[in-house]
């Protein structure tokens, strides 16, 4: 996805002018003044939304990007953007303010101004996003959130040292009510996630808990565990949890993977101490295996509480407890 995104955006990184505003108009942008249509004939399904652009609205001009236009993917490049003069048209609908769309997201822990290129992409339909397979977009309407990882910046994708980074791609779907009418939007951005040796351990009645802060596979975390004599993370009943999750979220609001696993048989959830299943706080419509999901996590639903299961090969923050 990254390198797509890099390529439109050689394509699109263009002063916004009055000619070209008007090519935004085509793709389903469009501004109060007047349109210009010297470049009706580019290729405008791909849309640029970024600071210098509307800086060269005139006062009290806005930029309406319409959704339901052309199949349109609008590319947010937001460092130094002003949301507040950028709207979301949908057709006859009518439209919505981008920051009072995009609010929830960003204080999301996986918020999409933490996208590793500095932009992030929204668009009406899930099928404009190439990448996306049909099961993924099953997922997502199922999920309304899911993480795909599509390469390393690493010779191999397993995270084993601050050096070794994953390129981890986050999908939402968001929905807003215009004119009592529901819409929904999808936003997908990029982050970087690396693994680390950096874990801080702490106690509670009795047992050792290691917070993990580099970003493991199931498998890797495990591993890592074993290798201090521990085991990933077991719950054991909703104080230890709220303890857990009190700490966990103090590193990171981010989703940590515990120990909770059904890797052996489908639907039979173990722990990978071994110890029996006599606490479980999965969240409403979870575990699901949507995709595939063999392995337990926390934080999934932040600031709600409530256990997800997620694919393995997911890279994630860890929690080690010792027996």
């Known amino acids: 996805m990254l390198k797509r995104l890099a390529r439109i955006s050689r394509l699109l990184a263009l002063p916004l002018t009055a000619a070209s505003l008007a090519a935004v108009g085509l793709a389903g942008c469009s501004t109060t003044g007047p349109a210009d249509a010297a470049l009706e004939d580019a290729?405008?399904?791909?849309v640029l939304i970024d600071a210098r652009g509307v800086a060269r609205l005139a006062p009290g001009e806005r930029l309406s990007v319409d959704l339901r236009a052309r199949d349109v993917v609008a590319h947010v490049a937001f460092d130094g953007l002003d949301f507040s003069r950028v709207d979301l048209a949908f057709g006859d609908e009518g439209t919505a303010p981008l920051a009072e769309v995009m609010a929830p997201l960003f204080s999301h822990p996986y918020s999409p101004l933490e996208a590793a290129d500095g932009r992030f992409v929204i668009t009406a339909d899930p099928?404009?996003?190439?990448?996306?397979?049909?099961?993924?977009?099953?997922?997502l309407e199922v999920e309304r959130m899911i993480a795909r990882e599509h390469g390393s910046r690493?010779?191999?994708a397993q995270p084993q040292s601050i050096n070794d980074c994953v390129e981890q791609t986050i999908y939402f779907y968001v929905d807003i009510?215009?004119?009592d009418t529901v819409q929904s939007i999808l936003c997908a951005h990029t982050i970087v996630v690396c693994g680390s040796t950096t874990c801080d351990m702490q106690t509670?009645?009795?047992?050792?808990?290691?917070?993990?802060?580099g970003q493991e596979s199931w498998t890797d975390a495990k591993a890592s565990c074993a290798s201090q004599g521990m085991s990933l993370v077991t719950l054991n009943d909703a104080e230890e949890e709220a303890w857990v999750t009190g700490f966990a979220s103090a590193y990171s609001t981010q989703k940590w993977w515990m120990g909770m696993n059904d890797r052996a048989s489908e639907g039979t959830f173990v722990w990978d101490s071994g110890?029996?299943?006599s606490y479980t706080n999965w969240y409403p419509g979870e575990p699901n295996n949507v995709s595939n999901e063999d392995c337990g996590q926390l934080n999934r639903f932040y600031p709600e509480p409530g256990w997800n299961d997620e694919p393995c090969s997911l890279h994630l923050r860890y929690i080690c407890e010792s027996d």
């Open 154 to 156: 690493a010779p191999t």
């Open 275 to 277: 110890d029996a299943v």
């Open 127 to 139: 099928a404009n996003i190439p990448e996306l397979t049909a099961d993924d977009i099953a997922a």
């Open 204 to 213: 509670h009645n009795g047992h050792n808990y290691l917070f993990c802060d």
């Open 43 to 46: 290729d405008t399904s791909n």
């Open 177 to 179: 009510v215009i004119n």
